[in-house]
């Protein structure tokens, strides 16, 4: 009789852990699905010229973290590429780290950065035959660092303008 009082403790001691564990399941499923499942959560605006500060150009972003953990290490790429039937040519591809969000927040924010950055290209493209891409990948840690996600968001711009060297 009293060898069963440690292992009664032992499948106790187990089966709290278990459980403990299969609720943080469930809260970070649904933290990850209640973050993740809206477009307007993790949004990327349009590039603009400071007006006052030629080649200086912002990016605004805005990430709603509506999930239940922080957002931790994010960083966001841009990069631009452009290509024709016959080239593909990347000028830019940096990487800026961001800061930490906080869990039920939202946090606007903007990039910004110079035309220094870019890879020197030629101006010999073709206007109407070449397409203009860029890519944004946002990079975050979440549930503690368990959780690693990235999500990629590519748009085809129309002009270029001053971006071109």
């Given amino acids: 009789m009293v060898s069963e009082i440690p292992k009664k ?3 106790i001691v187990l089966g709290l852990i278990a459980l403990s564990l299969s609720l943080t399941s469930v809260f970070a499923t649904l933290s990850t699905v209640n973050l ?3 477009p307007t959560n993790i ?3 349009e590039f603009t010229e400071d007006p006052t500060n030629p080649n200086h150009f912002s990016l605004p972003l805005q ?3 509506t999930g239940f953990y922080d957002l931790r290490n994010v960083t966001i790429t841009i990069e631009f590429l452009i290509y024709n039937a016959t080239d593909r040519h990347i000028f830019m591809n940096e990487a800026f780290p961001l800061a ?3 869990a039920l927040t939202s946090t606007p924010q903007t990039i910004r950065f110079t035309n220094n950055s870019f890879i020197p290209t030629t101006k010999y493209w073709e206007l109407t035959t070449t397409t203009f891409n860029a890519t944004f990948t946002i990079d975050l ?3 503690f660092d368990l959780m690693h996600f990235t999500a990629s968001y590519n748009r ?3 002009n270029l303008g001053d971006f071109l060297l």
């Fill in 9 to 11: 403790v032992y499948k």
């Fill in 43 to 45: 949004q990327v605006g």
């Fill in 36 to 38: 993740f499942s809206s």
């Fill in 100 to 102: 930490d969000y906080r």
């Fill in 141 to 143: 840690y979440y549930m």
């Fill in 156 to 158: 085809t711009l129309t």
């Fill in 63 to 65: 990430i709603n973290n």
